[in-house]
Nanobody
Framework: VQLQASGGGLVQTGGSLRLSCATSVRTYNNYVMAWFRQAPGKEREFVAVLSRNGGSTSYADSVKGRFTISRDNAKNTVYLQMSRLKPEDTAVYYC???????????????????WGQGTQVTVSS
């Protein structure tokens, strides 16, 4: 499984960006899909996750109400819509996929077998 993340960039505080994660396989009903991020000098942290059938989502408290994860099944692409961005959202964002993750573990990096290359998001103050 190959994941290709894109859509990062430089945006001002309060702005919006949409990240995309194109996958080489159909993920609907097959893979849990997630976004993580890693700021300089910090560990990679969970941002958002989408269940295999799209019926469930979960978000980190720091992004809840501002970010939305979604999937376009026809395009084999997962999105992360980010709004009301803050300087503390600055990080490299990674998409990840797991075929076998159980829901109680989806916020953990070791639940995921496949990772994209990352896309930089910088929010200026």
């Amino acid at each position: 499984v190959q994941l290709q993340a894109s859509g990062g960039g430089l945006v001002q505080t309060g702005g919006s960006l949409r990240l995309s994660c194109a996958t080489s396989v159909r993920t609907y009903n097959n893979y849990v899909m997630a976004w993580f991020r890693q700021a300089p000098g910090k560990e990679r942290e969970f941002v958002a996750v989408l269940s295999r059938n799209g019926g469930s989502t979960s978000y980190a408290d720091s992004v809840k109400g501002r970010f939305t994860i979604s999937r376009d099944n026809a395009k084999n692409t997962v999105y992360l819509q980010m709004s009301r961005l803050k300087p503390e959202d600055t990080a490299v964002y990674y998409c990840a996929a797991s075929r076998g993750a159980i829901w109680s573990s989806v916020a953990m990096t070791n639940a995921y077998n496949y990772w994209g290359q990352g896309t930089q998001v910088t929010v200026s103050s």
